[in-house]
Structures are given as C-alpha cells and as structure tokens.
C-alpha cells in the first residue's frame, strides 16, 4: 500500500505560481513512479507529468516549459512546481503513484486560477 497526501492548491491570478506537494507513505525508491494528474470540472482525468524512481520525467504538452516535477531530497516528497498559470489550468490535481503490481491515488488538491 502507499499512502499519498497532497498540499499546496489553491486560488491564484493567472500568470502566478503554485508548487503542490504529495508526501508518500513510502520512499520513491520503491516506486516505479510517480506523478500528478488533473482534473477539471466536466472533463476527463488527465496526465500533467510523471517522475520515474531515476529521475525520468514526462510532461503533457501544455505543461512542458511551465510546469515542473522532481524528487525531494528526503525521498518521499514529489513536488510539482506550476509557473506562467493559466484560468485553463483549474482542477482539481491528484498524485499518482504506481508500483509494480498497484497504482494508487491522492484525495487530490484543488488549483483555481482567475483571470
């Protein structure tokens, strides 16, 4: 099992930032990856980016150059760092953490961006 608590949402004027947090029950290390997903009133459940246990990285096209994720240094902490935010960019933004026989989900954190 791995547990997963998200922070850091909240409400922002475009073009400012946010940096959510999900604290894992588990080192990364014994992850095979982990990630943030979106979701928008309305709208399907989408990929924002995802971090192997080695660092790889993978973004969504919209978020590349705007958003980044990475690895805390104690190991069990994926941050996502959102620049340059856009009112498209209001969700509801859930970690993601898949192992090798499981994936599992945050309760998720909400993100509203005003014009």
């Known amino acids: 099992q791995v547990q997963l608590v998200e922070s850091g949402g909240g409400l922002v004027q475009a073009g400012g930032s946010l940096r959510l947090s999900c604290a894992t029950s588990?080192?990364?290390?014994?992850?095979?990856?982990m990630g943030w997903y979106r979701q928008a009133p309305g709208q399907q459940r989408e990929l924002v980016a995802v971090?192997?246990?080695?660092?790889?990285?993978n973004y969504a096209d919209s978020m590349k150059g705007r958003f980044t994720i990475t690895i805390g240094n104690a190991k069990n902490t994926v941050y996502l760092q959102m620049s340059s935010l856009k009112p498209e960019d209001t969700a509801v933004y859930y970690c993601?953490?898949?192992?090798?026989?499981?994936?599992?989900w945050g309760q998720g954190t909400k993100v509203t961006v005003s014009s």
């Open positions: 588990r080192s990364i290390f014994s992850i095979n990856r």
């Open positions: 993601y953490a898949r192992t090798q026989f499981s994936a599992f």
């Open positions: 971090i192997t246990s080695g660092g790889t990285t």
